[in-house]
């Protein structure tokens, strides 16, 4: 009774762990891109 309660739990947990890091990956590429988007345009203003 308790195993079978617990397995879906334990897939749903799974899948919420693969998604969280999925996410981290996806905004910590947004975030190294949005730094040398912003560094370029100050290169660009500097040189100005």
């Known amino acids: 009774m308790e195993k079978s309660l617990l397995m879906p739990y334990k897939i749903y947990y799974f899948i919420c762990k693969v998604l969280s890091h999925r996410y981290l990956l996806l905004f910590i590429g947004v975030l190294t891109l ?13 040189l100005f």
């Open 34 to 46: 949005s730094l040398s988007l912003t560094y370029q345009v100050f290169k660009r203003i500097l």
